[in-house]
């Protein structure tokens, strides 16, 4: 953020990104790649936009948005996703 | 380091598993960067936007509760004036607080007045941005904190109120009711609407987490049982003509969907619960008949 | 004389709203600002407007927050007002102001209900005092007309980025006929650059508005509108200058006075019985009576040290409301001039009367009335701080 | 300064023809301002109107209390509205009757009566008195020229209605000056 406030308040797109809201999970989504069918369906689930492709097709988690919700891992047709107590 | 390329940014403050932020999503994915989005005050203005951050990257306006459509006439006419409307697409992304209850004075003068842009409504059926309050958008015997169950009450008296009806009553050349639960039928038609010219307008069941009371991980299966149930029928309405109904392949009694939801847990205890469950199963029953769905 | 023309006061206003090239103007009709409105959408129907577009909103609240919209979008905006109309308002002229997006609105000033009243004094601008936006008043049709593009000048400052409020007294101003030179659009287009706003809602420079700020930086942005407040001071009187230079004629910036720098006593008063009060000072000068004028043309900003420089000498101040606030028993001028007095040096006696609401008539004999109290508090001194100067006690 | 209260019915013109007094002044090269009073009036109800004249710009925003003239557009309100209320001594009131001002014959201002619903039924073909009184005034008190009052109704008033209502204007000044 800019040290001056902004007449108005008119804030940067996209800013939001500095606020990594990895810190609010307890469980955390873990790929078992092996199973995955690349249907990007937990991608497009994610309500955090944190689940990004890769080079070769599979999906990884950015963990540093990731709040552990689970929605991928429940919506995920090949139980690719197993949710793990997170230890921190 | 943000990695993603979505135009709903990370690092918002949307509960884990929240609905508001996947209707968001969907609506920008859809319609890409060349929009300027209107939103009221609730949740999604609340927890995408805390000074000095925004988790929009298209531009973006808030003004307040109950003058969103009047804040996105004003924008459409400003572009048409200054010669920029061009494919610019506006939309306004209200809750069900601000769309049915107190905004509707203003989306009906929008809607009457014909502006170019689309409205769509995020509804999660109470108001949950102030800690889920009644609204009327809160389905019949659903508990809120305003529509508590008692010995006198079983939650909320009346049914939603039917919003795309109203909506239709207003010569919009396409209404469309769908859910965060079907990504890409929720995508196809708020395209579509936007691409649309004339006020539009696209009705979006949302499942909130914390305000009926499920496990975030729930939220597209509660959406997806909505519609199964034939409690959220899906379809599209051009020029008044129904052109699209999501037919239901394993229809679902109403109880699978009740059951999921601490705001009706209540009628699975109190004496005529079962009663009022199957006046719920008559309305799932209704629409599946009305709509053929 | 050749420039004068014989229009109504709503025309004046409506015409000088058209030579101020307003992108967007969204208003709903509401008595006595309708032959305004109606004028504008005649100027809009009949492509006077360049491109201008005119919404016809379903409501008061609607205008303004299409107003926001289309000023966020980077239109130059305009709407007018009144009453209950912008009463209904209210929460949105916080929200406009917050934003800092200088909407330019006319208010034609009227009585607020209840009792329905259609006709003038200033409750309904007072009430919205503290909502963050510049309020002018205007004593006649021609000022308020050119006061039209000073506002626009004023609040569209980068410095200041505030809406702005031109009052003027319905159906007393609004709705007489009387020479008036109608705004000239070369000398506009001179005296008004384009509006430029620094951030706008547009695609290719996204940029988002009307964040939420937590306990940690709110009290910042309300200092933020307050010095732009400040920065308005100075520019209302550089304006009104430079208003004088191109079309030489002037009003006073923040205040003005008549008959000022000797007065005794000094009445404070604004708006259209500005004009009364002159004619009736003219007649107590020639009966060699100290009184004199000052006019409050900025309400807000508050022209505090100007006041204070302008009342020093007299020997009592007597503020006119248009205007009370219930449980005070005063109107607003009277409050704010005690309140500019106090922590001074200065100790003079002010003496408030209300009077005219609700379009009550004010003839001449009525400011004579309170001129000739006036004397008489000089001498034995102030019993009743404030009341109504023309309460029909056979009433009540 | 001269001041001159209309009355009429709403309806009648009584806005307009003080409207048009203050064109035709400011036409003559003199100050002016018309207004109503501001009112609630529906067609049909008494209504007033006044305008102002003088050498230089008028500034007082007050109604007219004492008027130096009077026009009063329908005989009838004579009965129910005091039209000669506060008049100077040496007012002049103007009303539109046939005959009648016996009503008004205990008041020191002046009368003068014109038949204006018979000028405007013979010249215009319609019973619309304010400009026909525009024209009397003009006759009745010299204080606006003919030209000027016929200049500011032919403008107000555009094609075969306008030259009615100017010819009904001449017809009036013509009545009221052999008059006075």
């Known amino acids: 953020m800019s040290s001056k406030l902004c007449i108005g308040g008119i804030v940067e797109p996209g800013s939001t990104v500095i606020n990594k809201t990895g810190s609010w999970r307890t469980f955390k989504p873990i790929y078992h790649h092996e199973k995955c069918i690349k249907c990007g369906i937990c991608e497009l689930s994610c309500p955090e936009s944190c689940i990004i492709k890769t080079e070769d097709g599979y999906y990884e988690i950015d963990y540093d948005y990731c709040k552990g919700c689970g929605i991928c891992s429940n919506e995920c047709p090949r139980e690719t996703i197993e949710m793990v107590l997170e230890e921190k | 380091m943000n990695k993603t390329t979505e135009l709903f940014a990370p690092g918002h403050r949307g509960c884990a598993g929240c609905c508001d932020a996947l209707a968001a999503k969907f609506m920008l994915k859809a319609v890409g960067e060349n929009c300027i989005v209107v939103t009221p005050t609730g949740c999604l203005e609340v927890f995408s936007t805390p000074f000095p951050e925004s988790a929009w990257n298209v531009p973006w ?63 999660n059926e109470a108001y949950m941005n102030t800690g889920v309050q009644r609204s009327g958008g809160t389905p019949f015997a659903a508990t809120t904190t305003t529509t508590p169950a008692g010995k006198a009450s079983f939650g909320n008296l009346r049914p939603k109120k039917n919003m795309p009806q109203i909506m239709l009553a207003h010569g919009s050349p396409y209404v469309a009711t769908t859910s965060i639960a079907y990504p890409k039928d929720m995508m196809r038609k708020v395209k579509k609407a936007t691409e649309i010219t004339g006020p539009t307008y696209v009705h979006v069941h949302a499942p909130c987490t914390t305000g009926w009371g499920f496990d975030g991980s729930k939220t597209i299966e509660l959406g997806r049982l909505a519609v199964q149930t034939a409690l959220w029928p899906m379809m599209e309405i051009e020029n008044g003509d129904i052109t699209g109904v999501h037919k239901i392949r394993n229809k679902r009694p109403v109880e699978e969907y009740l059951k999921a939801q601490k705001r009706f847990k209540h009628l699975f205890s109190i004496p005529d619960g079962a009663e009022i469950i199957k006046k719920i199963q008559e309305l799932a029953d209704w629409n599946a008949d009305q709509y053929d769905l | 004389m050749s420039k004068l023309t014989v229009v109504e006061g709503s025309y004046a206003v409506a015409h000088a709203a058209k030579v101020c090239r307003p992108d967007v103007i969204p208003a709903y009709p509401i008595t006595p600002q309708t032959h305004i409105v109606e004028e504008l959408s005649q100027f809009a129907a009949n492509g006077e407007i360049g491109a201008c577009e005119y919404i016809t909103v379903e409501s008061e609240f609607s205008a303004i927050s299409a107003l926001i919209g289309a000023s966020a979008a980077g239109a130059r905006t305009y709407s007018a007002t009144t009453s209950q109309g912008l009463a209904l308002m209210h929460e949105v002229l916080f929200n406009a102001s917050g934003m800092r997006l200088p909407l330019v ?64 007294d319905g159906f007393i101003l609004t709705h007489v006929y009387e020479p008036v030179v109608l705004l000239e659009q070369d000398l506009t287009d001179e ?115 100007a006041i204070r420089n302008a009342v020093k000498n007299a020997a009592i101040i007597v503020p006119l409301d248009k205007s009370i606030s219930i449980g005070k028993y005063e109107g607003a001028l009277c409050t704010e001039i005690k309140a500019s007095l106090y922590n001074t040096k200065i100790d003079i006696p002010v003496l408030g009367y209300m009077f005219g609401h609700g379009g009550r008539d004010i003839p001449p004999e009525r400011i004579k009335k309170i001129v000739s109290e006036a004397e008489k508090a000089i001498v034995n001194g102030i019993t009743i701080e404030s009341s109504y100067a023309d309460l029909r006690e056979e009433l009540l | 300064m001269k001041e001159i209260r209309i009355h009429g019915r709403g309806g009648q013109g009584s806005v307009t023809a003080a409207e048009l007094l203050a064109v035709a002044a400011f036409e ?153």
């Open chain 3, 105 to 168: 609105m006319t208010v034609a000033n009227r009585a607020m209900s209840a009792p329905l009243s259609i006709w003038n004094d200033h409750q309904d601008s007072i009430a919205q005092r503290d909502t963050g936006w510049i309020q002018l008043y205007a004593e006649d049709p021609q000022e308020a007309a050119d006061m039209t593009p000073q506002v626009y000048k004023i609040c569209e400052d980068s410095k200041i980025m505030l809406p702005a409020m031109a009052c003027f």
């Open chain 4, 28 to 180: 003559d090269g003199k100050y002016s301002q018309a207004f109503p009073s501001f009112g609630v009036e529906r067609r049909g109800a008494p209504v007033v109107a006044f305008t102002r004249i003088d050498d230089k710009p008028i500034r007082i925003r007050s109604q007219v209390y004492e008027p130096d003239y009077v026009v009063v557009q329908d005989a009838t309100l004579i009965d129910v509205i005091d039209v000669a209320g506060g008049i100077k001594k040496d007012g002049l009131i103007i009303i539109n009757t046939e005959t009648d001002t016996e009503k008004l014959k205990n008041i020191s201002a002046k009368v003068m009566a014109v038949d204006a619903t018979k000028i405007a039924m013979d010249v215009i073909g319609r019973p619309i008195v304010n400009t026909v009184l525009l024209g009397a005034f003009a006759g009745a008190t010299g204080e606006i020229r003919l030209e000027s009052i016929k200049k500011a109704v032919g403008e107000r008033f555009s094609g075969k209605i306008g030259e009615k209502n100017v010819a009904a204007v001449d017809a009036a000044y013509k009545a009221m000056e052999a008059h006075a």
């Open chain 2, 61 to 123: 306006i808030h003004s307040l509760f109950e003058n969103t459509a009047a804040v996105a006439s004003g924008i459409e006419a400003a572009l048409k004036a200054l010669g920029r409307k061009n494919d610019t697409k506006i939309m306004a992304i209200g809750g069900d607080g601000a769309t049915i209850d107190i905004g509707i004075r203003g989306l009906s003068g929008a809607f009457e007045r014909g502006h170019d842009f689309t409205y769509v409504c995020v509804d």
């Open chain 3, 191 to 305: 005296f008004l650059p384009p509006f430029a706003p620094e951030h706008i809602l547009d695609p290719s420079n996204p940029k988002t508005f009307g964040a939420f700020a937590d306990p940690s930086i709110y009290s910042e942005f309300r200092y933020m509108q307050e010095l732009g407040m400040s920065a308005a001071l100075k520019k209302i009187e550089t304006v009104a200058d430079e208003f004088n230079e191109i079309y030489g004629r002037y009003y006073g910036g923040l205040i003005d006075g008549y008959y000022l720098d000797d007065a005794e006593i000094v009445l404070v008063a604004m708006g259209s019985v500005i004009g009364t009060i002159k004619d009736v000072l003219d007649e107590l000068r020639a009966e060699g009576k100290k009184v004199g004028l000052l006019k409050i043309r900025s309400f807000r900003p508050f022209p505090t040290d």
